[in-house]
Protein backbone atom coordinates (compact mmCIF):
# COMPACT_ATOMS: atom_id res chain seq x y z
CA UNK A 1 0.00 0.00 0.00
CA UNK A 2 0.85 3.67 -0.08
CA UNK A 3 3.38 5.22 2.35
CA UNK A 4 4.25 8.89 2.79
CA UNK A 5 7.35 10.31 4.46
CA UNK A 6 7.30 13.60 5.50
CA UNK A 7 10.66 15.58 6.86
CA UNK A 8 11.26 17.83 8.49
CA UNK A 9 9.72 16.89 11.43
CA UNK A 10 10.33 20.25 12.96
CA UNK A 11 11.32 23.85 11.08
CA UNK A 12 12.22 26.79 12.70
CA UNK A 13 11.84 30.17 11.00
CA UNK A 14 11.91 33.47 11.71
CA UNK A 15 9.22 35.49 10.30
CA UNK A 16 9.55 36.89 7.16
CA UNK A 17 11.43 33.64 5.86
CA UNK A 18 10.59 31.04 3.72
CA UNK A 19 9.82 27.40 4.96
CA UNK A 20 9.74 24.22 2.60
CA UNK A 21 8.07 20.47 3.72
CA UNK A 22 8.96 17.87 1.56
CA UNK A 23 7.28 13.79 0.99
CA UNK A 24 7.83 11.32 -1.04
CA UNK A 25 4.96 8.57 -1.43
CA UNK A 26 5.20 4.85 -2.73
CA UNK A 27 2.66 4.15 -4.56
CA UNK A 28 2.75 5.41 -8.47
CA UNK A 29 -0.77 5.08 -9.05
CA UNK A 30 -1.67 8.39 -6.20
CA UNK A 31 -2.34 11.37 -8.25
CA UNK A 32 -3.58 13.49 -5.67
CA UNK A 33 -1.47 15.64 -3.47
CA UNK A 34 -3.63 17.71 -0.35
CA UNK A 35 -2.00 19.69 2.26
CA UNK A 36 -3.37 20.05 5.46
CA UNK A 37 -2.75 22.59 8.44
CA UNK A 38 -3.73 21.31 12.14
CA UNK A 39 -3.34 24.05 14.87
CA UNK A 40 -3.57 22.53 18.09
CA UNK A 41 -6.57 20.15 19.45
CA UNK A 42 -8.15 21.52 16.33
CA UNK A 43 -9.11 19.99 13.23
CA UNK A 44 -7.06 19.33 9.72
CA UNK A 45 -7.47 22.33 7.70
CA UNK A 46 -6.98 21.57 3.66
CA UNK A 47 -4.35 24.66 2.57
CA UNK A 48 -3.73 23.67 -0.93
CA UNK A 49 -3.83 20.61 -3.11
CA UNK A 50 -2.70 19.61 -6.58
CA UNK A 51 -3.46 16.72 -9.09
CA UNK A 52 -1.28 14.77 -11.14
CA UNK A 53 -1.55 16.84 -14.15
CA UNK A 54 0.58 19.60 -12.90
CA UNK A 55 4.11 20.40 -11.14
CA UNK A 56 3.09 23.30 -9.60
CA UNK A 57 0.27 25.25 -7.97
CA UNK A 58 -0.12 28.27 -6.07
CA UNK A 59 -2.02 30.27 -3.85
CA UNK A 60 -1.05 33.60 -2.15
CA UNK A 61 1.78 32.66 -0.06
CA UNK A 62 1.83 28.84 -0.22
CA UNK A 63 2.96 27.05 -2.92
CA UNK A 64 3.07 23.25 -3.75
CA UNK A 65 5.46 21.36 -6.26
CA UNK A 66 4.99 18.29 -7.73
CA UNK A 67 7.67 15.74 -9.14
CA UNK A 68 5.96 12.70 -10.30
CA UNK A 69 9.01 10.70 -11.79
CA UNK A 70 11.06 11.10 -8.21
CA UNK A 71 7.35 10.83 -6.15
CA UNK A 72 7.77 13.72 -4.27
CA UNK A 73 5.79 16.46 -3.72
CA UNK A 74 6.92 19.96 -1.44
CA UNK A 75 5.10 22.47 0.04
CA UNK A 76 6.51 26.30 -0.13
CA UNK A 77 5.91 29.17 2.25
CA UNK A 78 6.76 32.14 1.63
CA UNK A 79 6.92 35.52 4.01
CA UNK A 80 5.88 33.14 6.73
CA UNK A 81 4.27 34.86 9.94
CA UNK A 82 3.30 33.62 13.11
CA UNK A 83 0.38 32.74 12.46
CA UNK A 84 1.72 30.06 10.41
CA UNK A 85 3.03 28.22 13.62
CA UNK A 86 0.99 25.10 13.33
CA UNK A 87 1.90 21.25 12.60
CA UNK A 88 1.37 20.49 8.98
CA UNK A 89 0.67 16.99 6.98
CA UNK A 90 0.92 16.17 3.45
CA UNK A 91 -1.07 13.28 2.05
CA UNK A 92 -1.71 11.32 -0.90
CA UNK A 93 -4.25 9.20 -2.88
CA UNK A 94 -5.49 7.38 -5.70
CA UNK A 95 -8.98 9.01 -7.77
CA UNK A 96 -12.25 8.13 -6.64
CA UNK A 97 -13.25 7.65 -3.15
CA UNK A 98 -9.83 6.33 -2.08
CA UNK A 99 -8.53 7.00 1.19
CA UNK A 100 -5.31 9.57 2.45
CA UNK A 101 -3.20 8.41 3.31
CA UNK A 102 -1.06 11.26 5.93
CA UNK A 103 2.48 12.02 6.49
CA UNK A 104 4.02 11.59 10.14
CA UNK A 105 3.52 16.08 9.64
CA UNK A 106 5.62 18.86 10.40
CA UNK A 107 5.79 20.85 13.42
CA UNK A 108 6.08 24.57 12.03
CA UNK A 109 7.35 27.66 14.26
CA UNK A 110 7.74 31.00 12.83
CA UNK A 111 9.31 32.70 15.53
CA UNK A 112 8.57 36.95 15.52
CA UNK B 1 -18.85 27.74 4.79
CA UNK B 2 -20.60 24.78 5.42
CA UNK B 3 -19.00 22.37 7.89
CA UNK B 4 -18.92 18.71 9.32
CA UNK B 5 -20.01 18.82 13.10
CA UNK B 6 -19.20 15.82 15.09
CA UNK B 7 -20.78 14.83 18.66
CA UNK B 8 -19.51 14.55 21.30
CA UNK B 9 -16.52 16.67 21.51
CA UNK B 10 -14.87 14.86 24.47
CA UNK B 11 -15.85 11.03 25.18
CA UNK B 12 -14.43 9.82 28.67
CA UNK B 13 -15.79 5.82 28.67
CA UNK B 14 -14.63 2.66 30.21
CA UNK B 15 -13.13 -0.17 29.20
CA UNK B 16 -14.73 -2.70 27.56
CA UNK B 17 -17.89 -0.26 27.05
CA UNK B 18 -19.61 0.37 24.20
CA UNK B 19 -19.31 4.26 22.09
CA UNK B 20 -21.13 5.88 19.02
CA UNK B 21 -19.26 8.63 17.72
CA UNK B 22 -21.69 10.74 15.82
CA UNK B 23 -20.87 12.94 12.93
CA UNK B 24 -23.18 15.30 10.28
CA UNK B 25 -21.53 15.50 6.82
CA UNK B 26 -22.08 18.25 4.53
CA UNK B 27 -25.53 17.70 3.30
CA UNK B 28 -25.07 17.29 -0.59
CA UNK B 29 -21.49 14.81 -0.14
CA UNK B 30 -21.74 11.44 -0.59
CA UNK B 31 -18.10 10.23 0.11
CA UNK B 32 -17.88 9.82 4.15
CA UNK B 33 -14.67 8.76 6.19
CA UNK B 34 -13.82 8.10 9.32
CA UNK B 35 -9.70 8.70 10.51
CA UNK B 36 -8.19 8.61 13.94
CA UNK B 37 -5.35 10.09 15.37
CA UNK B 38 -3.34 9.05 18.61
CA UNK B 39 -2.00 12.21 20.32
CA UNK B 40 1.13 13.74 18.81
CA UNK B 41 0.78 10.98 15.87
CA UNK B 42 -0.31 11.56 12.39
CA UNK B 43 -4.08 11.00 11.20
CA UNK B 44 -4.81 7.36 9.99
CA UNK B 45 -7.58 6.21 7.88
CA UNK B 46 -10.39 3.70 9.36
CA UNK B 47 -12.98 3.39 6.94
CA UNK B 48 -14.56 4.98 3.93
CA UNK B 49 -18.43 4.76 3.35
CA UNK B 50 -20.76 5.18 0.14
CA UNK B 51 -23.58 4.14 -1.08
CA UNK B 52 -24.53 2.64 1.89
CA UNK B 53 -21.92 0.98 2.34
CA UNK B 54 -17.87 0.73 3.10
CA UNK B 55 -15.75 0.94 0.28
CA UNK B 56 -12.44 0.56 2.14
CA UNK B 57 -11.63 -0.24 5.51
CA UNK B 58 -7.67 -0.37 7.55
CA UNK B 59 -6.43 -3.23 9.43
CA UNK B 60 -7.36 -1.20 12.40
CA UNK B 61 -10.78 -1.21 11.67
CA UNK B 62 -11.47 -5.02 12.71
CA UNK B 63 -14.70 -6.46 14.41
CA UNK B 64 -15.08 -3.41 17.05
CA UNK B 65 -15.59 -1.30 14.85
CA UNK B 66 -18.70 -0.57 13.08
CA UNK B 67 -20.39 1.97 10.78
CA UNK B 68 -23.45 3.37 10.09
CA UNK B 69 -25.87 5.92 8.37
CA UNK B 70 -29.19 5.59 10.14
CA UNK B 71 -30.83 8.50 8.17
CA UNK B 72 -30.13 10.87 5.24
CA UNK B 73 -27.98 13.04 7.93
CA UNK B 74 -25.97 11.26 10.57
CA UNK B 75 -23.31 8.99 10.17
CA UNK B 76 -21.97 6.88 13.04
CA UNK B 77 -18.91 4.87 14.33
CA UNK B 78 -19.58 2.30 17.14
CA UNK B 79 -16.71 1.63 18.81
CA UNK B 80 -18.00 -2.23 20.31
CA UNK B 81 -15.97 -3.08 23.55
CA UNK B 82 -13.24 0.00 24.06
CA UNK B 83 -9.80 -0.51 24.62
CA UNK B 84 -6.97 1.78 26.60
CA UNK B 85 -5.09 1.87 22.78
CA UNK B 86 -8.74 3.22 21.28
CA UNK B 87 -7.74 6.33 23.24
CA UNK B 88 -7.52 9.13 20.45
CA UNK B 89 -9.24 11.94 18.59
CA UNK B 90 -11.42 10.65 15.71
CA UNK B 91 -12.35 12.58 12.94
CA UNK B 92 -15.03 12.72 10.59
CA UNK B 93 -14.73 13.94 6.78
CA UNK B 94 -17.25 14.21 3.99
CA UNK B 95 -16.26 15.01 0.45
CA UNK B 96 -18.43 15.57 -2.88
CA UNK B 97 -16.33 14.36 -5.28
CA UNK B 98 -14.26 11.36 -3.56
CA UNK B 99 -11.24 11.53 -2.34
CA UNK B 100 -10.93 14.88 -3.45
CA UNK B 101 -11.45 18.65 -1.20
CA UNK B 102 -12.27 16.31 1.93
CA UNK B 103 -13.67 18.79 4.63
CA UNK B 104 -12.89 17.28 8.43
CA UNK B 105 -15.38 17.65 11.39
CA UNK B 106 -13.89 18.86 14.78
CA UNK B 107 -13.04 15.79 15.80
CA UNK B 108 -14.12 13.81 19.30
CA UNK B 109 -11.68 13.47 21.87
CA UNK B 110 -12.03 9.83 23.19
CA UNK B 111 -10.82 8.64 26.30
CA UNK B 112 -10.84 4.79 27.44
CA UNK B 113 -10.00 4.44 31.26
Known amino acids: GENVEQHPSTLSVQEGDSAVIKCTYS??????FPWYKQELGKRPQLIID?????GEKKDQRIAVTLNKTAKHFSLHITETQPEDSAVYFCAASTSGFQKLVFGTGTRLLVSP | EPEVTQTPSHQVTQMGQEVILRCVPI?????FYWYRQILGQKVEFLVSFYNNEISEKSEIFDDQFSVERPDGSNFTLKIRSTKLEDSAMYFCASSASGGYGYTFGSGTRLTVV
Open chain 1, 27 to 32: DSASNY
Open chain 2, 27 to 31: SNHLY
Open chain 1, 50 to 54: IRSNV
